[in-house]
């Protein structure tokens, strides 16, 4: 397949750097499940996207977030959020395996379907500029932190069945 214009979701380095911005903003202390961690890295794409997340009332606050954010503008429409969501997995998959050769990631928890940050860090330029950028939209990494923390993952009420991104119906719960 020929793509002529430039999508952030199908770049594997663009996602080796929204790995890193989620590893630098999360608590780097708590294991992370795979699957979660892709939620969150979807939804740091396409904050936008946020408003379509059925939310607890207490952060109802965080869709007038998803209003703000100034979406680059697309060449071509794009697919719905599960469609995109499931495209984006291979982009995601050859991130976490470079970050974990290169040692920012444990690999023992990646084939257990965990993200386990280890204590390596980004070299002093990389990690400047991950702050930056974190500070930048410090309200989007705080809507992502509120995401990982306050809501289960499986489950009817789980973070899987609140975006629609994934099938939740067979979790063991």
Partial sequence: MIQLTYEPAFDPLHSIF?????????????????????????????????STVRLL????KLKKLAASTK?????GPLPDNTM?????????????DTLVLRGFFSNEGLEAGWVIPTKIEPSASLNNRLVTI????????????????????????GLKHRTGLLEYRYDAV
């Fill in 71 to 75: 979406g680059v503008t697309s060449y």
């Fill in 84 to 96: 995109l969501f499931e495209r984006m997995q291979p982009y995601q998959d050859a991130a976490m």
């Fill in 134 to 157: 974190n500070a930048a939209e410090n309200n989007l990494m705080t809507a992502l932190n509120i995401l990982a923390t306050d809501y289960p993952i499986d489950g009817s009420n």
């Fill in 18 to 50: 929204r790995a890193l911005r989620l590893r630098q903003s999360l608590a780097t202390d708590i294991p992370i499940p795979r699957v979660l961690f892709r939620i969150l890295d979807f939804y740091l794409l396409f904050p936008m996207s946020i």
């Fill in 57 to 60: 009332p207490k952060h109802r």
